[in-house]
């Protein structure tokens, strides 16, 4: 980074970064948490589970979509000394800052089989599936928008930092073919060879 250029990280993407561990997270204790009987039963514990799923993928998939809304309106053109993170590096941060949280997470979820099975590991799939929803939300405001959002990187840094936290004062924006990832945050699609 150079004459004032800026590390920034597609919004997108790490939104997208917690998405796989919680899921994958979430669907192991659940099958672990089936195999203890619980306090409540596993029929009870199963059904109260849905329950959580349902709601986690509605609350982490809807929520703070106002913020997001206002930070992309007033998002300023990225500059050419601008480096535009990739990808891999941007979710390996995420990962790699949230990883105690994501352990407690799945321990707290395991822990949870023995009063409700199922119930925690299918709250932390929702949250995943939560986040997923959210990025191909991000995903299609990009598309329609036609332009890509990015945000300061060291406005990320620290173990709960987010995109929309309270470090963070605006967003940039580039065209639609920089960078390494699709809207939405995916990897890009590379054409296939003829």
């Avoid at 930070?71 to 990962?95: C, E, M, P």
């Amino acid at each position: 980074m150079t004459r004032g250029g800026q590390g920034l990280a597609r919004v997108a993407v790490v939104v997208r970064a917690g998405a796989a561990p919680l899921w994958w997270l979430g669907v192991f204790a659940t099958g672990i948490g089936l195999l203890a009987p619980g306090l409540t039963g596993r029929r009870i514990g199963v059904l109260a589970g849905a329950a959580l799923f349902v709601v986690a993928v509605a609350v982490v998939g809807v929520g703070r979509r106002k913020r997001y809304v206002a930070l992309a309106a007033s998002a300023s053109r990225a500059g050419k000394h601008d480096v535009l993170q990739d990808r891999a590096v941007t979710v390996r941060n995420w990962r790699r800052a949230h990883r105690w949280w994501l352990l407690l997470a799945f321990l707290a979820a395991l822990g949870s089989a023995f009063a409700a099975p199922a119930a925690g590991g299918m709250l932390l799939a929702g949250c995943g599936a939560g986040l997923w929803l959210k990025s191909a939300w991000l995903g299609r405001r990009e598309r329609d928008a036609d332009a890509l959002l990015w945000v300061r990187v060291d406005w990320l840094r620290g173990g709960a930092a987010h995109p929309t936290g309270k470090r963070v004062k605006a967003y940039r924006s580039t065209g639609i073919a920089a960078g390494d990832a699709a809207p939405g945050g995916a990897r890009k699609k590379t054409p296939a060879l003829v």
